[in-house]
């Protein structure tokens, strides 16, 4: 397969690291934007300007920069008849994975590489996420706070100030959607799987807080835990009118007491019914210091987020199996793309959910 590579950057570099490229493809040349690249070498290869796809007939051109959308766009106004063979910067981990899981026999993992034999590699990959890419969401804005909101599940929703145009509050509350969808790899509750009448839950990783805002009128309390600041005013504006129920703590939540970090047994004293966590893959290291809460707690249940990086699901299960807590996985499974605790894209799908029952 002979192949373009668009960009010459920081993102390139690292895709072409971790995937091995050279050795799988026939690599005919790099293209980039910047006439002083022109003529000049990346990786031992030429450089080229745009203006060289006039001549050249490539199988695949493959987009390695984080403005992907612009260049498409681009290449299609100036050579409409390539549009079918432009990639985005999964193209190489998408092909991977189809290798590593060709001869598996799992029938969950086999769902999700059909999935992606037939459409572009995502964190969900799964015919249910195509439902919400149509869907109207009406966003509204609050000029008193200077925020943006939505209904959810007929609540008001509000989102940091860092989502300042009605288009990106929509594309971040679909995420939202298709990441708690009922057939989602990461949805946390289920008909058997939920929040009951008067528990008192902890919400490890609250960000806008939609987990907890769907469970406010059955709990008791909740523990909302939030580093972020932009995070901790949009919350303040959606929770004040349960006050009575919320205790927001600004902290990060791990192994240790210092500063801006802190312990779940430092700062819950009282038994806990349920804890949900996400808290971008350093979830083991925060379970780590809630030995005493688990302890105290007599009947939890637990719902922890697995997907971050390859050895999470392992980690937070055998730590969990210490606290007698007994474990399962939420159905289906996840493509991570992001770095988080390990220095690479994974090219493996994880477990959204371990979920915990004591």
Same mark, same amino acid.
């Given at each position: 397969m002979k192949i373009f590579i668009w960009g010459t950057g920081?993102?390139?570099?690292?895709i072409l690291d971790e995937c091995n490229v050279f050795n799988a493809y026939d690599v005919i040349g790099f293209i980039d934007n910047n006439p002083n690249k022109n003529g000049s070498k990346f990786r031992g290869i030429k450089v080229y300007q745009p203006d060289i796809l006039e001549n050249t007939e490539p199988d695949k051109i493959v987009i390695l920069t984080d403005s992907f959308e612009e260049i498409k766009q681009q290449i299609?106004?100036? %050579?409409?008849m390539m549009q079918g063979i432009i990639e985005n910067k999964s193209f190489f981990y998408r092909d991977i994975i189809i290798e590593r899981y060709k001869d598996i026999h799992d029938s969950e993992i086999k769902e999700v590489m059909a999935y992606i034999q037939k459409n572009d590699i995502q964190i969900f990959n799964y015919d249910f996420v195509d439902k919400y890419k149509k869907m109207d969401i009406e966003v509204q804005y609050n000029p008193n706070c200077k925020m943006f909101y939505v209904y959810h599940q007929n609540k008001k929703l509000y989102f940091a100030k860092y989502l300042d145009t009605e288009e990106k509050v929509r594309e971040y509350y679909l995420g939202l959607l298709i990441e708690q969808d009922n057939r989602s790899p990461h949805k946390y509750l289920s008909s058997d799987f939920n929040v009951n009448e008067g528990d008192i839950v902890v919400d490890v990783g609250v960000a806008e807080g939609n987990f907890s805002l769907e469970v406010i009128e059955k709990a008791a309390k909740i523990y909302m835990i939030e580093a972020e600041d932009m995070w901790v005013e949009a919350l303040n504006e959606t929770f004040k009118e349960y006050q009575d129920k919320v205790i927001t703590i600004k902290k990060y939540i791990t192994s240790i007491n210092k500063g801006k970090y802190a312990t779940?047994?430092?700062l819950i004293n009282e038994p806990v019914n349920f804890l949900k966590m996400d808290i971008e893959g350093n979830e083991w290291d925060g379970l780590l210091g809630?030995?005493?809460? %688990?302890k105290r707690s007599k009947k939890m249940k637990s719902a922890i987020c697995s997907y971050h990086s390859n050895s999470d699901e392992i980690l937070i299960k055998d730590l969990l199996g210490k606290?007698?807590?007994?474990?399962s996985t939420t159905s289906g499974y996840m493509w991570w793309p992001f770095l988080n605790n390990q220095d690479y894209v994974s090219t493996r799908l994880c477990r959204g959910i371990v979920r915990g029952v004591k």
């Open positions: 920081y993102r390139a570099n690292q299609i106004d100036t %050579f409409p779940l047994d430092d809630a030995e005493k809460l %688990f606290y007698d807590v007994k474990c």
